[in-house]
């Protein structure tokens, strides 16, 4: 609780030196323009391609083209901080372990706390919580999101949001992540916003959009998620799979749409067993646990966790591992049984050999006597 | 850690070379008067170093070391120490790693060493390059504990400033050796972690390799140590923690290292046989494909000789631009350089690249591992893709073939997709016809057909096993063996018993002593039988019994035998036959048929008792529902002969109980029925059966509820009076209009109209109502045949015998539609195929009554083909059977004069034909004589014996058993109306005719013939014809 209340001070003295000099609003963030130069400031509104802050320390606001940015780097405030430690987003230990690395400045160590944090909030993700999730990335993100068409440290934790968001069907909101994202120049984070947009008008059974949105994307693999998912909702399940499989085999390496095509396929196994009595649920089980053995660790590896657990995994992984301990000490006991039986049998063995050692010693002492009787006879 | 205190081979090493310096020293000292002093050694090994006369130094260096290793003296030990770190040094320098170690080691463990820690740093180096990694584990971890607890003991000693030379040395502080660098300490770490590695230390592996994944700023090395760790958890095995790696590894360009590559199939490999498939599968994908390495090592290959200035490519020089670019001033003299010495880096690279391109190309092995491993978790489409790659890219290969089998296979058996399997495999059949490969996707096609039952697919294998190119390889013989086999064995359970005689021998004689020969000779005979070629079959059953004495089907052939000796009315023969199967095989699953087929011997022969024994065994031996039931009926039947009903009852009742559900209820309830019937209790029996029908009828497979309504129509008809058939009758409509079942529904519509006699116009409405056959039972079918049979539409009559055939084949309702069948084959002129008709029908029912059709149709067919002597025999042997009288005899006699007629013998024909009409008049309705009455008129007018010809017609319209069908109508017209009025007034008038026409035949005349008789005479002389008329 000490280095706590040592952390908290610090935060409180990073607000009281901007305090003292000069009267500033707006977001907390570190600008990294295009030429690799720094500056701290508030950022104030994005609007029209024109980023306007003020600078640290200045009392003035400035516009530029959002284009000269190359990233922005967002902190936390203390009023963050406190809502996070009172959520219990971030521990008292967690603080405390980032807070006794030695030789960090405060700045370091705020950063540290800040990404700790970040990577919590994350982690509820990975579980498949997606209201969760909602629930404690959506303060950090209320007076962001503006800003989310420049690349920055929250950019993923933003995609995790439009994706929870339209998981929770919650589409309006997906939408308007979805609208942000389209603002930026990175193709990568338009394709995504692409796909939701495009997955949302699935949703709403409007698959002529979800068609024209999979013919605009750029990446094959996300088309063909796109594909597949049209023919999943037509309930043409075997072409879905197909198509899914066409990912798998062809875009082996792409970490973006290989993890959700994956578990679309875990989905689209199950809902074949409506159609197919010939496959079972066992298809759709070990491709969940596959998705989320391999993908641990990630947003898509928590919902294939939560699939593979409501087609009984854990209860079928318990019974395996018991299964697996049965059968380790079935075999340790045979082990243990053989290598007694192997000690038997040396000893036996042993004992045999002595016993026809003795035997075959007293028949030559005998014919060594018979021999000497018949010598003496003779 | 603690330090420790190498001993080891090197030691000895130092001490052998210590030991020969001395002595050659000491030697050399004897002999050589100039022999040089340590001093003038030590200033030799000074110069030779600076003049980089590496040799020289080394050799001087041993030299002074050898001199002064006994001296004690300060100053001397501090110059062994330096002198030992620069011959360690030098050693190193000129690759003699083996050497230098003991040097080092000397250097590291004697006191006043001024470079302990890159002394040590050296000797890890050494003996990590002469593969000692437990010597170099020591040193690793001596070095990395001195780094952290350095002696700072070090001490620097000089000669004392006057110089004397008196030695006088003191000691001076020096500031101690820096600690390691970060890449020393990154350096340190990988090879402690590779010794670790290299003595299968793998745990101890695991932490150096992850200090330098953590520390290292190479990818490449961060890439491999991932890989090591992965390879080090696979050994221990652990691997849960391997799944928290594979990430780690994907990130980094160690993933373009052929080695970090090669090491992932192993560890795949190895992964995937601890089943851990979820691990495996991500190192599986992340395997590159040979093409895609050899590419970016060829890129980092230009970039590491851009760097050292040389030209991208071998053998080529920078371009203006690559100058520009990369500011390499002379690219002549870059390329001096690269032929005088090329950095080893690229060296390294270049070898890398060789071994690369000759690597064989190992990206199919890797996607077939994977198609496995997807299937062996059921991911099947992935697997079907991934196969489907495998094959396509390469299909002759072994992993090619393997792929096309497992795709079949899968697709069969895991997706069920027949078509796209059937695809697949009759394409590869139709491609490859070598090998084992497209045998054994013949062979999984014909086995998943026979498991669902879909015999005739199997047949359109044939051509593709005919393809397939012969060879002598054992297994190979043995899979075409088994395909005909299989072949013939479709043949046989599609009834195709003259394919399966043929493919059994075609078995016998292509592949003689296959191990199919046993069973191969068992079903070529049991096709035989089929066929009823009892006498064909008969031997080979025997052959079988004496070849294959200790095989299987040897009981069933015994009695199978009997059946072939019974078939050829060898009772006798059959009866000793099937004893031998009672008394040597008492536990065969043939005991009951035989105990049954002696019964049935026994039973024709009038020793009833004998055959109620029999027929007791055959129940109590019963192992299947269908042994018991055929002799309790058969007992039944005996004892009916005997009118031993209680016996009936008893043995039925039992049944009941012991087979239970299993038994044949209805048939069972059939029986009692009747029982009740012969006691009079027609009450009971009828609501036995009404009960029975309601109950059981919604099966098709209950026959004895088809027994039951053909009983029931009987005791309708001949015991109940009107009321109580009325009350029966709305007793049934009710249970019709009750049920839902469709079957039962047809059953009773059934009843109904044979009770109401209204069979035909039911039969007329199912035509067209029922456009599917599924649900009608044999008394239906039969119904729907008998009024398409009175409609001559014989459009369906194919389909109802094949449904008999393939449903109730012991059903006795077959006859209609075998009746059906064969006069719609008539009707298409079809004779051979309605010869085969006649032929099955005959082959079933025999001479029964009601079967008297085919004989008759067959005599017409001989007919129609102008075989006279056949059409003449068969109809004759009408003549001569017992159960045809009547009718049949009728029509035989009328068809014997149309055999006559067409073979122009009209006297005879004449014969035949007023013997019709004279002797079966009172059959058919008069339609026969009726007929005789035209054809006779028909032959005398050929004959021009008009006035007969006229008579005739007079007699025909006199005889009231003809003169009111519509054949008279013929005569009418000949005899015009004032003669039909006159004729018609005599009959008023109660005139009877004796109008007889003589033809001069023995045959001919008032007097009835027995048919005996007839024949005899007939096939003695043919009838001369005179004609008289007599008139009254």
Redesign the interface.
């Given at each position: 609780m000490k280095r706590i209340l040592v952390s908290l001070i610090v935060f409180s003295t990073f607000a009281v030196c901007a305090q003292d000099e000069v009267v500033q609003s707006g977001t907390p963030a570190l600008i990294e323009v295009a030429n690799g130069k720094k500056a701290s400031a508030f950022l104030q509104k994005l609007e029209g391609g024109n980023l306007t802050f003020q600078p640290r320390k200045s009392p003035n606001s400035m516009t530029v083209p959002a284009e000269k940015i190359k990233s922005l780097k967002f902190s936390m405030s203390k009023v963050e901080f406190d809502a996070f430690r009172e959520m219990n987003v971030i521990t008292s230990e967690e603080v405390s372990e980032i807070y006794v690395i030695p030789d960090l400045g405060n700045a370091e160590k705020l950063e540290l706390i800040f990404k700790k944090t970040l990577n919590n909030i994350a982690e509820i993700s990975y579980q498949g919580d997606h209201a969760g999730y909602v629930s404690a990335i959506e303060p950090i993100m209320r007076d962001r999101d503006q800003y989310m068409a420049i690349d920055n440290n929250l950019d993923d934790l933003y995609i995790m949001l439009m994706e929870s968001y339209r998981k929770l069907e919650n589409f309006t909101a997906a939408k308007k992540c979805a609208a942000n994202l389209q603002e930026s120049s990175d193709e990568i984070k338009i394709e995504k916003a692409k796909v939701t947009k495009g997955l949302i008008a699935i949703s709403e059974n409007d698959l002529s959009t979800a068609d024209a949105i999979r013919n605009e994307l750029s990446s094959e693999a996300a088309a063909l998620y796109m594909q597949a998912s049209i023919e999943r909702v037509n309930k043409n399940y075997k072409q879905a799979i197909q198509t899914v499989t066409t990912i798998i085999a062809d875009h082996a390496n792409d970490l973006e749409w290989m993890p959700k095509s994956e578990l679309l396929n875990a989905y689209l196994y199950l809902e074949m067993t409506g159609s197919n009595s010939v496959i079972t649920t066992n298809s759709a089980l070990n491709t969940a646990r596959q998705v989320k053995n391999i993908y641990a660790g990630s947003s898509v590896g928590g919902d294939a966790r939560i699939f593979w657990a409501s087609l009984g995994g854990e209860k079928i992984e318990a019974e395996e591992i018991i299964a697996k301990a049965e059968r380790v000490a079935a075999e340790k006991l045979a082990k243990e049984k053989r290598a007694e039986a192997e000690k038997v049998r040396r000893a036996e063995a042993k004992a045999k050999r002595e016993a026809a050692a003795a035997e075959k010693a007293a028949a030559k002492a005998t014919a060594a006597s018979t021999n000497l009787n018949t010598t003496t006879e003779n | 850690m603690m330090l420790t205190k190498k001993t080891g081979r090197f030691t000895i090493f130092r001490q052998i070379f210590l030991t020969v310096s001395l002595f050659l020293g000491s030697t050399l000292a004897g002999y050589a008067q100039d022999a040089p002093t340590a001093g003038e050694m030590l200033q030799a090994a000074l110069k030779a170093m600076q003049a980089k006369r590496y040799e020289d130094a080394i050799d001087s260096m041993y030299m002074y070391l050898g001199e002064v290793d006994e001296s004690k003296a300060p100053r001397v030990l501090a110059i062994s120490q330096d002198i030992r770190y620069k011959l360690g040094s030098i050693l190193i320098a000129e690759n003699r790693m083996d050497e230098a170690a003991p040097i080092l080691q000397a250097y590291v463990d004697l006191p006043l060493a001024n470079h302990p820690r890159q002394a040590m740093k050296m000797l890890t180096m050494c003996y990590f390059d002469t593969g000692a990694y437990e010597e170099c584990v020591t040193a690793v971890t001596n070095a990395l504990y001195y780094n952290e607890n350095p002696v700072i003991l070090s001490e620097k000693v000089t000669k004392s400033k006057d110089g004397d030379d008196e030695e006088d040395y003191s000691k001076v502080k020096i500031e101690p050796e820096a600690d390691y660098t970060q890449e020393e300490l990154t350096t340190l770490h990988m090879t402690l972690a590779e010794s670790y590695f290299n003595i299968e230390g793998w745990a101890e592996c695991i932490d150096p390799f992850t200090y330098v994944i953590e520390y290292t700023p190479n990818e490449q090395r961060k890439g491999y140590s991932i890989m090591q760790v992965i390879n080090a958890l696979i050994e221990i095995p652990d691997f849960d923690r391997i799944?928290e790696w594979?990430?780690l590894l994907?990130r980094t360009e160690a993933r373009f290292d052929i080695r970090v590559n090669l090491a992932l199939m192993n560890a795949a490999a190895a992964l995937y046989e601890a089943e851990e498939?979820?691990?495996a599968?991500?190192l599986y994908?992340?395997i590159l494909p040979r093409d895609e390495l050899v590419a970016f090592q060829e890129g980092k290959m230009r970039e590491i000789r851009i760097s050292y200035g040389l030209p991208p490519e071998m053998n080529a020089q920078l371009t203006a631009d690559e100058m520009l670019l990369f500011g390499v001033p002379d690219p002549t003299e870059a390329v001096v350089e690269e032929v005088e010495e090329t950095p080893k880096e690229i060296l390294e690279l270049e070898q890398l690249i060789i071994a690369l391109k000759g690597l064989p190309p190992y990206e199919l092995d890797i996607q077939y591992r994977m198609a496995d491993l997807y299937k062996t978790?059921?991911?099947?489409?992935?697997s079907?893709?991934?196969f489907d790659?495998v094959f396509a890219v390469d299909p002759t290969s072994e992993v090619g073939d393997r792929s096309i089998y497992e795709l079949v296979d899968m697709l069969l058996e895991?997706?069920?997709e027949l078509k796209e399997a059937e695809q697949r495999g009759l394409d590869y059949m139709g491609k490859y016809k070598t090998g084992m490969t497209p045998r054994q996707i013949a062979y999984m096609l014909t086995g998943y057909y026979q498991k669902n039952d879909t015999m005739g697919a199997i047949k359109t294998l044939r051509p593709y096993i005919d393809g397939f190119v012969r060879t002598n390889d054992q297994t190979i013989v043995k899979y075409d063996t088994e395909l005909y086999f299989m072949q013939a064995v479709s043949e046989l359970v599609l009834q195709e018993y003259e394919e399966s005689e043929r493919d059994f021998k075609f078995i016998l004689d292509e592949f003689p002593g296959s191990h199919q020969e046993a069973n191969c000779t068992y079903w070529y005979a049991m096709s035989q039988l089929f066929l009823q070629k009892y006498a064909e079959a008969f031997p080979n059953f025997e052959r079988y019994i004496n070849k294959f004495p200790a095989e299987t089907y040897v009981d069933e052939c015994y009695f199978q035998g009997g059946i072939c000796l019974f078939g050829q009315e060898k009772y006798k023969e059959a009866l000793k036959r099937f004893s031998y199967v009672i008394d040597t095989f008492p536990d065969s699953s043939v005991f009951p048929e035989a105990c049954s087929m002696r019964g049935d011997i026994n039973g024709s022969e009038g020793l009833l008792d004998e055959a109620i024994v029999d027929y007791r065994m055959a129940i109590a031996a019963a192992k299947k529902p269908v042994q018991a039931t055929y002799a309790v009926f058969q007992m039944a039947e005996v004892y009916e002969a005997e009118d031993k009903y209680d016996e009936i009852i008893a043995v039925v009742e039992s049944y009941l109980d012991v087979w239970q559900a299993e038994a044949e209820i209805s048939k069972a309830l059939f029986w009692i029925g009747k029982t009740k019937i012969q006691q009079k209790l027609y009450d009971e029996a009828v609501s036995t059966y009404v009960d029975t029908i309601v109950k059981y009828g919604g099966d098709l497979r209950e026959d004895g509820v088809d027994l039951m309504i053909a009983e029931l129509v009987k005791i309708s008809q001949i015991y109940l009076n009107v009321e109580l058939q009325i009350s029966l009758s709305d007793k049934l409509e009710a249970a019709m209009d009750a049920a839902d079942n469709k079957t039962l529904k047809l059953r009773l519509r059934v009843t109904l109209a044979q009770l109401n006699q209204t069979e035909f116009e039911l039969g007329k409405e199912l035509i067209t109502e029922l456009e599917n056959l599924d649900n009608a039972s044999p008394p239906v079918l039969a119904t729907i045949c008998d009024a398409s049979f009175e409609m001559k539409n014989y459009s369906r009559a194919d389909e109802m015998l094949r449904i008999f055939i393939n449903k109730f084949e012991d059903s006795e309702y077959m006859r209609a539609a075998y009746k059906l069948r064969g006069f719609g084959q008539y009707s298409d002129k079809d004779y051979e195929g309605t010869l085969a008709t006649i032929n099955d029908a005959q082959a079933l029912y025999g001479t029964d009554f009601n079967v008297a059709w085919a004989q008759l149709l067959k005599a017409k067919v001989f007919l129609d083909t102008d075989d006279i002597e056949n059409a003449r025999k068969e109809n004759m042997s009408i003549l001569t059977v017992p159960s045809w009288r009547g009718e049949p005899v009728a029509q035989a006699t009328y068809q014997l004069g149309e055999v006559e007629e067409a073979a122009g013998n009209l006297a005879k024909a004449f014969a035949f034909y007023q013997r019709t009409y004279f002797q079966y008049k009172g059959h058919a309705g008069g339609y026969w004589a009726a007929e005789g009455y035209l054809a006779s008129a028909r032959i005398l007018d050929k004959m021009e014996r008009m006035n007969d010809k006229r008579n005739t017609y007079r007699a025909m319209l006199f005889d009231p058993y003809v003169n009111s069908l519509p054949q008279a109508v013929r005569a009418r017209e000949v005899l015009g109306a004032t003669e039909v009025a006159e004729i018609q007034a005599m009959i008023d008038a109660g005139t009877t005719t004796n109008i007889s026409i003589t033809v001069e035949a023995e045959m001919t005349g008032g007097a009835v013939k027995s048919s005996e008789t007839v024949l005899e005479e007939l096939s003695a002389t043919p009838a001369e014809t005179s004609v008289t008329e007599e008139g009254e």
């Open positions: - | 799944t594979i990430p994907y498939y979820d691990s599968l991500p994908r992340m978790v059921d991911r099947f489409w992935e079907v893709k991934f790659m895991n997706l069920d």
